[in-house]
């Protein structure tokens, strides 16, 4: 069984902002694979289901982004699922915008959500999926940036880029990692130089 959770900051307020691409991606995963988000504990909204008969529960924690790893945590323990069947999607200043990346382990990245799940689980062992939304305009703070909306160019390519993130997730739990990696990390090869 995997436990997917999707970063974000609960609230209409917060809705349509960058830092919200990981609830956005969970909840067009959860239309797709008929999983309702319905059930509410451990302050968490989340739904349970089947992905290529893979068992998953996917996970919008309701807490705000730099609180996320209490939540997960309580998700985590109280499915009796380890670190590793954890897999974490949210946004990634450092990827242009609808890029992609698969990460195993290692540091937070600068991210508050994720640095608040390795702190909280007491290991990096999960697997993220990193969603591009590109570096703020200069003057703009990283922090002011995460939390406006994304602009017309990118919100007329949004549901392109969510759609192909949820294929992302679909290709990784039916076919493992080093596909998914293959599919969805191409282009990011030759950008890295």
């Given at each position: 069984?995997?436990?997917?959770?999707?970063?974000?900051?609960?609230?209409?307020?917060?809705?349509?902002?960058?830092?919200?691409?990981?609830?956005?991606?969970?909840?067009?995963?959860?239309?797709?694979?008929?999983?309702?988000?319905?059930?509410?504990?451990?302050?968490?909204?989340?739904?349970?289901?089947?992905?290529?008969?893979?068992?998953?529960?996917?996970?919008?924690?309701?807490?705000?982004?730099?609180?996320?790893?209490?939540?997960?945590?309580?998700?985590?323990?109280?499915?009796?699922?380890?670190?590793?069947?954890?897999?974490?999607?949210?946004?990634?200043?450092?990827?242009?915008?609808?890029?992609?990346?698969?990460?195993?382990?290692?540091?937070?990245?600068?991210?508050?959500?994720?640095?608040?799940?390795?702190?909280?689980?007491?290991?990096?062992?999960?697997?993220?999926?990193?969603?591009?939304?590109?570096?703020?305009?200069?003057?703009?703070?990283?922090?002011?940036?995460?939390?406006n909306s994304f602009d017309l160019f990118e919100q007329s390519h949004l549901d392109r880029v969510i759609d192909q993130a949820v294929e992302a997730l679909r290709v990784l739990i039916s076919d493992g990692i080093q596909t998914a990696m293959n599919r969805f990390?191409?282009?990011?090869?030759?950008?890295?130089?």
């Amino acid at each position: 069984m995997k436990i997917i959770v999707g970063l974000g900051n609960p609230g209409v307020r917060y809705l349509e902002t960058r830092h919200n691409i990981g609830f956005r991606v969970v909840d067009r995963l959860a239309e797709t694979c008929h999983i309702p988000l319905s059930t509410k504990r451990h302050q968490t909204l989340y739904g349970t289901g089947s992905i290529d008969s893979q068992k998953v529960i996917l996970v919008k924690p309701m807490t705000y982004m730099n609180r996320s790893g209490e939540a997960v945590g309580k998700m985590v323990h109280f499915f009796h699922l380890g670190i590793e069947n954890l897999i974490v999607i949210h946004d990634d200043l450092d990827l242009p915008f609808g890029r992609f990346r698969f990460k195993q382990r290692g540091g937070d990245g600068g991210h508050q959500g994720v640095r608040s799940i390795i702190e909280l689980l007491g290991g990096a062992n999960f697997l993220r999926l990193k969603v591009g939304i590109g570096r703020p305009p200069r003057g703009m703070e990283p922090a002011e940036y995460v939390l406006n909306s994304f602009d017309l160019f990118e919100q007329s390519h949004l549901d392109r880029v969510i759609d192909q993130a949820v294929e992302a997730l679909r290709v990784l739990i039916s076919d493992g990692i080093q596909t998914a990696m293959n599919r969805f990390q191409k282009k990011n090869r030759t950008e890295e130089g």
